[in-house]
């Protein structure tokens, strides 16, 4: 049986990585249909304070606090929706529009020009409050950034309903990343010159991920359960100490040294592995391979001094198989797991082993241990190997292609 402190250490690796392991493919899932841009996305999300890639349909979404206001990004390859639409919020109660000259423009508001010949000869500002406009262009920085804003016949600037929103219909996807941090700048800008506007009433609410809390309880819980598993660890080593009990020594069982074998927790209802525990197609794959199915296998797994010992154990009054594993005289891992097959895989052929995923980031100090789950799935092999005494393990694209010469 597992002991305590393992089944921690397990959950406390699995932990993280499962979270890690799912937030990726959360964000592929938000970045289909948007994977040509997918780098300057992230690069938007990530520029701006808790920066959030989302969906909203079809809509690609980025929520975030830039450097003065929250903001919302969405992007859209819809028809009917502008390709790229940038919100924030606005200090004042006021509307003004500002797009092209040949766009329509509300009936009942007032154009109010900016002095700039260039940009008034081709943009339009119209507005319901003229005074207040006017207030607002007089200032350097409102009517440069707004200027900047317009950067296309294709874009509007819309001021109304407390809110801030650039709308351009058509955007190229080359150094988008760019093109919408310099609006956020701008907008930024024009909320400056607002801001200090009399009566201005400033946003001072932040966007902020949801349920944050629940983001980091898997970082929060893994070194906890770590302290929980060296705390176990350590009173059933004070428990033995201090018990008034004599240790009896452990009676020697058939292949396993009574050195060993008084190590090994309830060894008494089990028995080590005989070729026919086996699966018998593994047994013939193994032979063809040199090798001998066999319970106990030596290694040099520490990399320098005496051989290592790894046991294949069978429970005695179930078909349950368990592996314990000694390097330098002390068990490092015992777990139950199945065994369909297992061999001694040398230092030397580590390094050309095809991995799943990265493969290992460690360096093997010494010699491997293949176990194999199920001989019909090629996926199914996992390879124990020590970095110094820690234990890693990775699982190899196809375990039928290692090879233990």
């Known amino acids: 049986m597992p002991r305590p402190e393992h089944i921690l250490i397990l959950v406390a690796v699995a932990m993280p990585a499962l979270t890690l392991l799912i937030r990726r493919a959360r964000l592929l899932y938000n970045l289909r249909g948007y994977r040509t841009v997918a780098r300057e996305l992230r690069h938007i999300a990530a520029a701006i304070d808790k920066g959030e890639i989302d969906r909203d349909g079809s ?9 003065q206001f929250p903001c919302w990004i969405r992007l859209s ?74 950067c296309s016949s294709r874009t509007f600037v819309v001021i109304e309903n407390d809110q801030i929103e650039v709308r351009e219909l058509v955007v190229s996807t080359k150094d988008l990343a760019s093109h919408v941090l310099n609006h956020l700048t701008e907008i930024g800008e024009i909320l400056n010159v607002a801001c200090q506007f009399p009566g201005a009433q400033p946003n001072k609410e932040r966007v902020g991920r949801s349920a944050s809390w629940r983001r ?21 080593r004070l428990s033995q100490q201090s018990s008034p009990y004599p240790v009896t020594e452990f009676p020697s069982t058939a292949g396993i040294p009574p050195s060993d074998a008084s190590k090994i927790p309830d060894l008494q209802n089990w028995r080590l592995m005989e070729a026919a525990d086996f699966d018998v197609n593994g047994n013939a794959w193994l032979q063809q391979q040199g090798q001998t199915p066999q319970g106990r296998i030596t290694a040099t797994f520490a990399g320098s001094g005496p051989e290592d010992s790894a046991y294949l154990l069978r429970a005695k009054a179930s078909h349950a198989t368990r592996l314990v594993v000694f390097v330098r005289g002390e068990i490092r891992y015992d777990a139950m797991m199945p065994i369909a097959l297992a061999a001694r895989v040398p230092k030397s052929s580590l390094g050309g082993i095809t991995w799943r995923g990265r493969g290992p980031t460690g360096d093997p100090a010494g010699d491997g241990l293949l176990v194999v789950r199920k001989y019909d799935d090629p996926g199914s092999g996992m390879i124990f190997f020590f970095s110094g005494l820690q234990l890693m393990f990775e699982a190899p694209k196809d375990f039928r292609a290692v090879s233990f010469y």
Not at 216 to 236: F, H, K, M
Request: aromatic residues 6%; charged residues 20%.
């Open 59 to 67: 809509d690609l979404l980025i929520r975030g606090n830039g450097k």
């Open 77 to 150: 390859q819809s028809d009917t929706q502008p390709a790229l639409n940038i919100r924030g919020p606005f200090p004042l109660k006021a509307t003004i529009y500002c797009s092209a000259r040949e766009q329509e423009h509300p009936a009942n508001a007032t154009t109010v020009r900016t002095g700039d010949a260039w940009f008034d000869s081709r943009f339009r500002i119209s507005t319901d409050q003229p005074a207040t406009a006017r207030i607002l262009l007089a200032s350097a920085g409102f009517s440069t950034a707004m200027r900047k804003l317009c």
């Open 216 to 236: 980091l309880a898997p970082y929060v819980l893994s070194p906890v359960l770590l302290i929980a598993a060296c705390l176990t660890t350590s009173a059933r």
